[in-house]
């Protein structure tokens, strides 16, 4: 089945530091990926996503490119802030038809210090 | 505007206690999942549902039973717990079955089986 793989935490930066975390995926064909937040104590909130091959998701300062060739969709932000401390969660869309699962990767926790 | 309502947050259960976990959502959102998610594990979709009265297994059904008899709520039961059920439950919510337009999580029950 498909699968996303992300790089291990905790990601420790210091504010205005540059952050990347890295998302790899297998799957059948060229699904939609995501990127999703959980803040402590609350839920995921999709971050960004992208849809298809070369496509760049960006919010909040995030950035994350679909890269069919690497098959990897990291994540960056130039300048990180105390608020940006969080788990990090990588996905992909499952399937064409129906019901479309999401499948998720491990999730990244990053810690920035001021 | 509450969107995805979770009950309880924090429950603790001793093997073999039965109980449910609420998820009541005011979106009209015909799509509806329930993921678990545990260390090293990211999130894993447990049931899910097309809309009242239809309801289909994901990846990991066991010992978990669901019904969806209304729009608004899809209550997830454990029969008889067990300490593998350890972990932090999540509802979520989609207008599309399509994941790609993403999906309302609510804020998750920490669940204890001792």
Request: glycine content about 10%.
């Amino acid at each position: 089945g498909d699968s996303v793989t992300q790089m291990e935490g905790p990601v420790t930066l210091s504010e205005e530091a540059f952050l990347t975390i890295n998302c790899t995926y297998t799957a059948t064909g060229y699904p939609s990926l995501f990127w999703y937040v959980q803040y402590p104590g609350e839920g995921l909130q999709l971050l960004l996503k992208a849809t298809k091959a070369d496509d760049k998701g960006s919010n909040k300062g995030f950035e994350a490119t679909y890269r069919k060739e690497t098959t990897s969709f990291h994540l960056e932000k130039g300048s990180v802030q105390v608020s940006d401390s969080a788990v990090y969660f990588c996905a992909l869309r499952e399937g064409n038809t129906g019901f479309q699962k999401l499948v998720f990767g491990t999730g990244t926790r990053l810690l920035v210090s001021p | 505007n509450a969107g995805v309502t979770q009950t309880p947050k924090f429950q603790v259960l001793k093997t073999g206690q039965s109980m449910t976990l609420q998820c009541a959502q005011d979106m009209n959102h015909e799509y509806m999942s329930w993921y678990r998610q545990d260390p090293g594990m990211g999130l894993r979709l447990i049931h899910y549902s097309v809309g009242a009265g239809i309801t289909d297994q994901g990846e990991v059904p066991n010992g978990y039973n669901v019904s969806r008899s209304t729009t608004e709520d899809f209550p997830l039961r454990l029969l008889s717990a067990a300490p593998s059920q350890t972990s932090v439950y999540f509802c979520a919510t989609s207008l599309f079955p399509d994941s790609a337009y993403g999906y309302t999580f609510g804020s998750g029950t920490r669940l204890t089986v001792v």
